[in-house]
């Protein structure tokens, strides 16, 4: 005598049931996305302010030993000048968060000794939100 083993009955989700989960997820993720990417943007104008403010640390330690601002970003990393002590800068001088060179001028505007700057996410003057200069103050 065989014994009978009855399978139980399986159900699976209907179509009905799987398009309510999509239509609940896609509504979750253009609630939470918009937010996510404004973090990003945001995250990046802090990154290129941090580095900025490293590369105005470097400019100090140059005008310390050489007893001036350097005229070029690459002077902190070689330089033929006697009282050179480098590299100021422990590698290349990185591009801000979207690719671009910093701007750096020397003699600064208004007065300062030297102007460092990003043109965001633009990579032109002006501009407003993301798009905004980031000027070390």
């Keep these: 005598m065989k014994p009978s083993a ?3 009955k399986t159900y699976g989700f209907t179509l009905i049931e799987l398009l309510i989960v999509i239509v609940i997820l ?9 937010q996510m990417f404004g973090k990003v943007d945001s995250s990046k104008i802090k990154t290129a302010e941090t580095q ?3 590369l105005e640390t470097s400019l100090s330690t140059y005008r310390l030993d050489m007893g001036r601002y350097p005229e070029r970003l690459d002077e902190l990393l070689k330089s033929d000048d006697t009282n050179w002590q480098g590299p100021y800068f422990p590698k290349d001088v990185p591009p801000d968060p979207w690719g671009n060179d910093y701007v750096y001028r020397m003699p600064g505007d208004e007065g300062a000794p030297f102007t460092l700057l990003s043109y965001g996410a633009d ?3 002006g501009g407003e939100e993301n798009n ?5 103050q």
């Design 6 to 8: 009855q399978q139980p």
């Design 26 to 34: 896609g509504l979750l993720a253009s609630l939470v996305a918009p």
């Design 52 to 54: 900025m403010k490293m």
């Design 123 to 125: 990579g032109r003057e």
């Design 132 to 136: 905004a200069d980031i000027i070390l």
